[in-house]
T-cell receptor, first 114, second 115 residues
Framework: AQSVTQPDIHITVSEGASLELRCNYSYGATPYLFWYVQSPGQGLQLLLKYFSGDTLVQGIKGFEAEFKRSQSSFNLRKPSVHWSDAAEYFCAVGASSGNTPLVFGKGTRLSVIA | GAGVSQSPSNKVTEKGKDVELRCDPISGHTALYWYRQRLGQGLEFLIYFQGNSAPDKSGLPSDRFSAERTGESVSTLTIQRTQQEDSAVYLC?????????????FGSGTRLTVV
């Protein structure tokens, strides 16, 4: 079975600074990987996803993530954070081999300060 | 519809009462998922429907929880004899294909408070 670890519960960055949110997964084969964002009181919105091919994937809102098989990681990055990026971010892993539901990490809460 | 619709958006109920939560997925999405999100926690998988196949109920925490789905349309999640630990946001998601390889579309959730 697959699993996801997001080591950072809460991160605070200054507006305009760069951001990296960590995600490590466990899965025996090539996984499907996702990042979702959840603003307060809202559902989850898909930021980006990785299935195969280019290991650097681009998403919405200027986010990108890099799949590193050797490190079992799929870290989310943004070069310059905006105050509106303050939210909860969830990494998720899916099994490429079958019809199993996505497994989500516990999330990282991002705060942005002026 | 254009998105996944959940109702009610908020529900306050007394301990011991039954509650029913509704999810209306995107038209044409064959797969439907229910997750629970407790305060400060990640998403906990509850149940998964795929077409006319038997649902995957492996995530339901107790026999007080049940869910139904009519074909590829509306789903209802029922919690009987609610307990305070059932307080959470219940999120529904749908996907075009099973396994979520295209990602899920989530509803805004139902916030359940058991008092």
């Amino acid at each position: 079975a697959q699993s996801v670890t997001q080591p950072d519960i809460h991160i605070t960055v200054s507006e305009g600074a760069s951001l990296e949110l960590r995600c490590n997964y466990s899965y025996g084969a090539t996984p499907y990987l996702f990042w979702y964002v959840q603003s307060p009181g809202q559902g989850l919105q898909l930021l980006l996803k990785y299935f195969s091919g280019d290991t650097l994937v681009q998403g919405i809102k200027g986010f990108e993530a890099e799949f590193k098989r050797s490190q079992s990681s799929f870290n989310l990055r943004k070069p310059s954070v905006h105050w509106s990026d303050a939210a909860e971010y969830f990494c998720a892993v899916g099994a490429s081999s079958g019809n199993t539901p996505l497994v989500f990490g516990k999330g990282t809460r991002l705060s942005v300060i002026a | 519809g254009a998105g996944v619709s959940q109702s009610p958006s908020n529900k306050v109920t007394e301990k011991g009462k039954d509650v029913e939560l509704r999810c209306d997925p995107i038209s044409g999405h064959t797969a439907l998922y229910w997750y629970r999100q407790r305060l400060g926690q990640g998403l906990e998988f509850l149940i998964y429907f795929q077409g006319n196949s038997a649902p995957d109920k492996s995530g339901l925490p107790s026999d007080r929880f049940s869910a139904e789905r009519t074909g590829e349309s509306v789903s209802t999640l029922t919690i009987q004899r609610t307990q305070q630990e059932d307080s959470a946001v219940y999120l529904c998601a749908s996907s075009l294909v099973p396994g979520g390889s295209y990602g899920y579309t989530f509803g805004s959730g139902t916030r359940l408070t058991v008092v």
